[in-house]
């Protein structure tokens, strides 16, 4: 049946997290090892799904640690090192790919691999692949692999492991924290997928756009790429205020503007929302609490964690996931096959 591996791989995000934050318990000597002495400078770098994972990543990373962090894709590290480099610093480079196998990434962990004062990391669900083969540090989340070509529970559960090193390594009581995500995860997939559905299928909307600021930038990023994977959508994403500097120019009455609301701040995001409300767009709002400025103009989707927003921010992916699912279906497309696209992009330079 078209789909079906997808909606399975969607719906398994609360057993594959719980599998994930094992292997974590069972994978701390690892980051037991840098605890005690923090590297100067951390690169976190991937390519497509693992790019943007990457940007909330080192958000997450230098917002809870202290220690600067910086995003980017496997190519431009490779191609322009010294927009990333500092070759004196002692520099952690986090390389992110669900198979391991990406050209660009290999090649840029080549490159960093001959460096002085750098080592390697990588986070990935293939423990046998190539990527994995160049690592100082190696955590791998075999349970994540996916039949489909999109990603969904991989690039979920290795976003909780990047939660999982920052929040250790800046001293946070993880576990206890994080080991609410699984459920979290499984009320918002069972309360949410009706809304997810109704939004996916409805064909008068023609245009995404996905809104996240900090630590939900990657993941409004990661939104807007499943929806131009799966469904094949006109699908941008933005930091939230950055959307009325010219892209509200395409908002209509076709359009859905999905505003991922931190906490930090709710009330810029609200405001934001609210206008593009009032240029005809129809808003999904996903907040940690739904207040009651927001009843009467938005489709709500209320997370209800009592998590931190740094602890939180996997949890707005998911019901977006389900809404491409849907589209795609709806559409009559595959969502486990993408137009155009293969699970890894090798290339032969
Ligand atoms: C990265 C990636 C995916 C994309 C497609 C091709 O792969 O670009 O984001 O959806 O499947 O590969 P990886 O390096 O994380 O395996």
Redesign the pocket.
Known sequence: MRGEYTYKEILSQPEVWKLTLDGFRQQIPVFDIMHNSLPAKVIFT?????YYLSLSAARLFQSLTGVPSVACPGSELLFFPDLYEERSKKTLVVA???????TE?IRAIERIRKLDNHRVMVITCYPESKLAGLSDFLVSIPDAQEVS???TR?FSSMTVIAECLAGYLAGQEVLPILGQLPNSVRYLLDKYEPIAKQLGEDLSLDRFFFLGSGFNYGIACEAM?KMK?MSISHSEAYHMMEFRHGPMSMVNENALVVGLISESTRQWDIAVLKHMHQLGGRILAITEQISPEMEGWSFQVEINSGLPDWARTILYLPVLQLMAYYRSYCKGLDPDRPTN?????KLNL
């Open positions: 991937g390519c497509g799904s693992t992110v790919s669900r198979s391991g196998e990406t990434t070509v999109a990603q991989s790429l994977e696209l293969d699970a890894v992009v």
